[in-house]
């Protein structure tokens, strides 16, 4: 199985950082990435496909890159309704894996 | 608009059946690859199964293989979960998404709580 490590897994922010953090593959998954934003009791929100494309309807200051095996997820300018667990997902061979999560936290 | 609506959670003695219903509405539902997704409380995702458009095609984490059975019904837009032998470690959040383009989870539905337990 491709095992996806992200890290850190937790990040304290303040509104208005630039943040990013990032997703490592165990193999080469040339480029099929996803990325997802999850509040807390909600059902996870697709953000990020194929490494780069923005999901129709999410805000631009989402932004996705990477290939091969190191990927990231920036936040430009954060908002309060960012704070989150965000997780990758290896959507490149079965069976689908997701990282443990990078959870934001307000300083 | 998209909805996925998930059905037939609950509480569940260890070793006994279940059955999870995902009610689809607002797509086209035959065109797309479904799967399932489950959350084990505080922890991360987890993919358990997919299933092609037509059905043809199933796919399984390793282990349900062989105890989970994930089934459609695209007359009524309907995905199923056949869970049987169920162990305390299925109980989790599981969630009926539609598969994109390219593999990954487009659409979620809220969500259905399965408790496995004595």
């Known amino acids: 199985d491709i095992q996806m490590t992200q890290s850190p897994s937790s990040l304290s922010v303040s509104l208005g950082d630039n943040v990013t953090f990032t997703c490592e593959a165990s193999?080469?998954?040339?480029?099929?990435l996803a990325w997802y934003q999850q509040k807390l009791g909600k059902a996870p929100k697709l953000l990020i496909y194929?490494?780069?494309n923005l999901e129709d309807g999410v805000p631009t200051r989402f932004s996705g890159s990477g290939s091969w095996t190191n990927y990231s997820l920036t936040i430009s300018s954060l908002e309060p309704e960012d704070i989150a667990t965000y997780y990758c997902q290896n959507n490149h061979v079965y069976p689908y894996t997701f990282g443990a999560g990078t959870k934001l936290e307000l300083k | 608009e998209v909805q996925l609506v998930e059905s037939g959670g609950g509480l569940v003695q260890p070793g006994r059946s279940m059955k999870l219903s995902c009610a689809a509405s607002?797509?086209?539902?035959?065109?797309?690859?479904m799967a399932w997704v489950r959350q084990a409380p505080t922890k991360g995702l987890e993919w358990v199964a997919t299933i092609s458009t037509s059905g043809g095609s199933t796919y399984y984490r390793d282990s349900v293989k062989g105890r989970f059975t994930i089934s459609r019904d695209n007359a009524k837009s309907t995905l199923y979960l056949q869970m049987n032998s169920l162990r305390s470690e299925d109980t989790a959040t599981y969630y009926c998404?539609?598969?994109?383009?390219?593999?990954?989870?487009?659409?979620w539905g809220q969500g259905v709580m399965v408790t496995v337990s004595s």
């Open positions: 607002g797509f086209t539902f035959s065109s797309f690859p």
């Open positions: 193999e080469n998954i040339y480029g099929f």
């Open positions: 998404t539609r598969e994109g383009g390219r593999n990954y989870f487009d659409y």
């Open positions: 194929g490494a780069t």
